[in-house]
């Protein structure tokens, strides 16, 4: 069992720039989320799919796009970068959506904008 | 809406040493609470949780936490502490009737030989 993967591991891109970070698990989860990490601020929620086919805005989601392609794939696409996306990026799941769910991690996408 | 504090955004402490990283939450329904610890460069992992029950929570790794309701308080101890628990370490809460999970600010304690 893999869990959780990410793609890429590390990106830089410039102010403009599109890119798609991926995300896979293989925990047969429902429920997946990205979150960013920004020193001081701890994980904030953009966006999250709580079953297959439906995605929801979280804490920040401007600027950002997702994609559930199915059950264990996950996307967040940045359009047009811009230097305040400079984090860390990780994708969770747990295996349903209710409060009480372990969340299970990947190991991050570190993504500068320049 | 909840919150979560985490009052300490480092915590130095020598090897063999007792340490506390304190959290408070606060928060309008019942809530789950989580402790998550980050490694150098990984994503996180769970160390433990409370759900209901038992005021205190076992973990992984010899870590423990206690629920205070009345002091809105779920802070972590562990008596004696290794250089590999050097380590991000997150509170997070969650509640009925929302779906999000709250992530504090992290406190990163730095185990010293």
């Known amino acids: 069992n893999a869990g959780v993967t990410q793609t890429p591991k590390f990106q830089v891109l410039k102010t403009g720039q599109s890119m798609t970070l991926q995300c896979a698990q293989d925990?047969?989860?429902?429920?997946m989320y990205w979150y960013r990490q920004d020193p001081g601020m701890g994980l904030r929620l953009i966006y999250y799919?709580?079953?297959?086919?439906?995605?929801d805005k979280g804490e920040v989601p401007n600027g950002y796009n997702v994609s559930r392609l199915n059950k264990r794939e996950f996307s967040l696409r940045l359009e047009s970068a811009a230097p305040s996306q400079t984090s860390v990026y990780f994708c969770?799941?747990?295996?349903?959506?209710?409060?009480?769910?372990?969340?299970?991690f990947g190991p991050g996408t570190r993504l500068t904008v320049l | 809406a909840q919150s979560v504090t985490q009052l300490d955004s480092q915590v130095p402490v020598f090897e063999e040493a007792p340490v506390e990283l304190r959290c408070n939450y606060s928060?309008?329904?019942?809530?789950?609470l989580f402790w998550y610890v980050q490694y150098p460069n990984q994503g996180l992992q769970l160390l433990l949780k409370y759900l209901s029950g038992s005021t205190l929570v076992k973990g992984i790794n010899g870590f423990e936490a206690e629920f205070n309701k009345s002091q809105t308080s779920f802070h972590l101890r562990k008596p004696s502490v290794h250089i590999s628990d050097t380590a991000e370490y997150f509170c997070?809460?969650?509640?009925?009737?929302?779906?999000?999970?709250?992530f504090g600010a992290g406190t990163r304690l730095f185990v010293k030989a």
């Open positions: 799919s709580a079953s297959e086919g439906t995605t």
């Open positions: 997070a809460v969650s509640g009925t009737g929302g779906f999000k999970t709250i």
């Open positions: 928060s309008s329904v019942s809530v789950y």
């Open positions: 925990m047969n989860h429902n429920s």
């Open positions: 969770a799941s747990s295996e349903a959506g209710g409060p009480y769910n372990e969340q299970f």
